[in-house]
T-cell receptor, first 113, second 114 residues
Framework: DQQVKQNSPSLSVQEGRISILNCDYT??????FLWYKKYPAEGPTFLIS?????DKNEDGRFTVFLNKSAKHLSLHIVPSQPGDSAVYFC????????????FGKGTKLTVNP | NAGVTQTPKFQVLKTGQSMTLQCAQD?????MSWYRQDPGMGLRLIHY???????DQGEVPNGYNVSRSTTEDFPLRLLSAAPSQTSVYFC?????????????FGEGSRLTVL
C-alpha cells in the first residue's frame, strides 16, 4: 500500500511560469514532510521541508504548502527556470517514531525555455 | 568534505554471483540507509541503521544483507544476485532522521544482473 503518492509522473511548464507539484499521503501519523530533487546520474538532494505544525514554508523560489485535513502537500516553484528540470520526490516521516523515510514515486518536471 | 561516497559506480554481475556495495560517510551521522530506485517505483528503502551495531529492514530487504561495524561504513551485500536486483542503489545518511528528516545521498551505484 503506497503511503506517499505522487499521481502525476510528469509535468511540463514554460520558463517563468509557476510549477505546482502535488503529493498525497495516507498515514495520518506522518508529521514531517520533505521534497527532494534529483538530476539524472546524481543522488537526490534535499530541497525543502515542512513540519505538521505549519501549513506553509518558503525558501526563495520554493514554497511548500501542507493541508493536514486533506493529507495533501504541494511544492510551488515561482518562477520556474530550465535548471529546475529534474525529478522531484515527496517524502514523509513520523518524528520521534519509526526511522523510515517513505518516498513517493516522483514527478519529472520539465521547464521549457 | 566528501559527504557520502559509494563504490563502485557501475557493476555488471551474472546471476548467482555475490558482491558488496560500499558506502562511507564522513559527517559522523548515526543514521544510514540503502535505497533502490527503479523506473516508476521511486525510492524504496532496503535496510537502514540508527547506529553502529544496529540494523533493521526496510520495505524491500529480501536478497540483501547489511552490517554496521563502524559509524562511517554501511556496506550492502548481495549474496546471490538475481536479475530482479538490477537497479540503481543509493546510500544515504542523516544526523537524525526523526529530527530533521534530511538525508544526504551518495551519487548512486548502477548494478546490472545478467
Amino acid at each position: 500500500d503506497q503511503q506517499v503518492k505522487q499521481n502525476s509522473p510528469s509535468l511540463s511548464v514554460q520558463e517563468g511560469r509557476i510549477s505546482i507539484l502535488n503529493c498525497d499521503y495516507t498515514n495520518s501519523m506522518f508529521d514531517y514532510f520533505l521534497w527532494y530533487k534529483k538530476y539524472p546520474a546524481e543522488g537526490p538532494t534535499f530541497l525543502i521541508s515542512i513540519s505538521s505544525i505549519k501549513d506553509k514554508n518558503e525558501d526563495g523560489r520554493f514554497t511548500v504548502f501542507l493541508n493536514k485535513s486533506a493529507k495533501h502537500l504541494s511544492l510551488h516553484i515561482v518562477p520556474s527556470q530550465p535548471g529546475d528540470s529534474a525529478v522531484y520526490f515527496c517524502a514523509a516521516v513520523r518524528e520521534g517514531g519509526s526511522e523510515k523515510l517513505v518516498f513517493g514515486k516522483g514527478t519529472k518536471l520539465t521547464v521549457n525555455p | 568534505n566528501a559527504g557520502v561516497t559509494q563504490t563502485p559506480k557501475f557493476q555488471v554481475l551474472k546471476t548467482g554471483q555475490s558482491m558488496t556495495l560500499q558506502c562511507a560517510q564522513d559527517m559522523n551521522h548515526e543514521y544510514m540507509s540503502w535505497y533502490r530506485q527503479d523506473p516508476g517505483m521511486g525510492l524504496r528503502l532496503i535496510h537502514y541503521s540508527v547506529g553502529a551495531g544496529i540494523t533493521d529492514q526496510g520495505e524491500v530487504p529480501n536478497g540483501y544483507n547489511v552490517s554496521r561495524s563502524t559509524t562511517e561504513d554501511f556496506p550492502l551485500r548481495l549474496l546471490s544476485a538475481a536479475p530482479s536486483q538490477t537497479s540503481v542503489y543509493f546510500c544515504a545518511s542523516s544526523y537524525s532522521l526523526t529530527y530533521t528528516g534530511e538525508l544526504f545521498f551518495g551519487e548512486g551505484s548502477r548494478l546490472t544482473v545478467l
